[in-house]
């Protein structure tokens, strides 16, 4: 059973940058679609990113359109999530998720990590 790790959350001033990390264990991730969403306390997870087992295609939410950057390594077993300028409304719990159908993979996957925190100060 594959296992996902979120990692490279952290304290940014608004405008600044992070990258997530989302690293599978038990199994090739290259065998799934991942996709990013987040999550403030008292809302719903929210969807950020998402990218096809290839790599070939990727989708972003409206929010993340120009600023974010979803990209893989299979090598690594790795998807990651480049945020550049970063804002204030940014600030969320960013969970990874995955499964072999990038449909699924948008609305709800079945397999997620813990999260990692990422917090913006203004």
């Known amino acids: 059973q594959v296992q996902l790790v979120e990692s490279g959350g952290g304290t940014v001033q608004a405008g600044g940058s992070l990258r997530l990390s989302c690293t599978a264990s038990g199994g090739r991730l290259s065998s799934y679609c991942v996709a990013w969403f987040r999550q403030i306390p008292g809302k719903e997870r929210e969807f950020v990113a998402a990218i096809s087992w290839g790599g070939g295609d990727w989708y972003y939410s409206d929010s993340a359109e120009g600023r974010f950057t979803i990209s893989r390594d299979h090598a690594k077993n790795t998807v990651y999530l480049q945020m550049d300028s970063l804002e204030v409304e940014d600030t969320a719990v960013y969970f990874c998720?995955?499964?072999?159908?990038?449909?699924?993979?948008?609305?709800?996957?079945?397999?997620w990590g813990q999260g990692t925190q990422v917090t913006v100060s203004s």
């Open positions: 998720g995955a499964d072999p159908d990038m449909i699924v993979v948008v609305q709800s996957p079945p397999l």
